[in-house]
């Protein structure tokens, strides 16, 4: 065993004072009122220790002034804005979607306030918090009722429990999906109680293959849309509206999980069309599921979205209390689909829609005005200067869709020696941490989603770079 390191001088030691002494400077007694007097000692007591391992000895000034900061650092929240200017608008490891002004101020209203959460302020008796938002949705969406859970893995999850445990869920192989952090669809039935009937190969499902399958101790058909990633080639596909006709013959629902989920249509705004959920209820689905998060540009939520009916059952499975939504969160979905009644606005009013729309042009103003600033920060040993890229959604939806997007590109003037690790680690050490992605022997700041420009040469300005 190795004997401990003694201390480089006994005189050091002695020379340290006590804690009631660093307690008795002034700016020990200013942090004690910033961050409570227990705290400030336990943080002075953690700086003469490691003053007394290391040997060497300091004044009360110092470990005062090192206590703050110890203090202070531990007061930094640990969800941390930052700058993403990876190029991925909805990316799911930074939060997704950007929240609308409205839903903010919605949430402020229902956090600072006691809300008529469940209770029917006509009647004066207890109410329902899915009917708060039940009227937007079915008008957004054109369905008989709707339900709201915390994500759309709950609300996929919810559905197979109520309509398929202990029966059969019929999905084609090619729709058996895996999605962020290695979560499974066949898990996901699995944990719901459901069997699941995988019909069909990984390119290729037959009605025909539908119609072997069903039976007596079919519970569902499930319909996947394959949100994340695409199949492309010698593919086949039974149409939801055919599927929706074969489950009706035999009288089980017929639900399709839409993954992502949209209310408009994507193509206003220079994408490929996707299926919105008003056009997954049109084609007969009984249960629709979507997210809220994602390309709906709201607050994390699952939606059922369908048959008055169906909804009703789910509501009255005991697992739908464990899913359930906060006020906060329905303030804020309240206040999200609202902006949906005025699509021709949504650019204006709701941030996934402004950056996924948002011209060229006005990343080319943005590129003028950072570019000098990184080539005066960084200096001769980087080369720096704007150049065209590309864009996705994120999160999963539209994998193969891209937008054309401007990025600046920063690439050392000698290559290798670890020089654009340690550049993308000391801008992720930045006050508002700057993350980027690596591409070709250079990083690249995407620039969809850089709109505080003044705030980014702010926090710039205190780069060390490498």
Known sequence: MAKAQAPKSLGALRKLPSVDEVMRHAVAVAAAERFGRSATVAAVREAIAEARASGEADDADAFAAAATARLEKQAEPNLKPVFNLTGTVLHTNLGRALIAEAAVEAATVAMRNAVALEFDLGGGKRGERDELVRDLLCELTGAEDATIVNNNAAAVLLTLNTFAKGKE????????????????????????????????????????????????????????????????????????????????????????????????????YGLKHEPTVAEAVAEGADLVTFSGDKLLGGPQTGFIVGRKDLIGKLNKNPMKRALRVDKIRLAMIEATLRLYRDPDRLTQTLPTYRLLARPVKDMQAVAARIVPALKEKLGRNYKVESKPCSSQVGSGAMPVETLPSLAVSIAPVVKGGGRLNALSNALRKLPVPVVGRIEKDALLFDLRCLEDVDGFLANLAKLEAP
């Open 169 to 268: 869920s019929i999905v084609s192989r090619g729709e058996l999906i895996e999605i962020g952090g290695a979560f499974r669809m066949p898990d996901i039935m699995s944990r719901a109680g459901t069997k699941l009937v995988e019909i069909g190969t990984t390119n290729r499902t037959h009605m025909k293959d539908y119609v072997g399958a069903i039976g007596d101790s079919t519970g569902l058909i499930l319909k996947v849309h394959t949100s994340n990633y695409r199949i492309e080639g010698f593919t086949k596909e039974v149409p939801a509206r055919d599927l929706a006709k074969l489950a009706h013959e035999h009288k089980v629902p017929l639900v399709n999980d839409l993954g992502s989920g949209t209310l408009v249509d994507l193509t206003r």
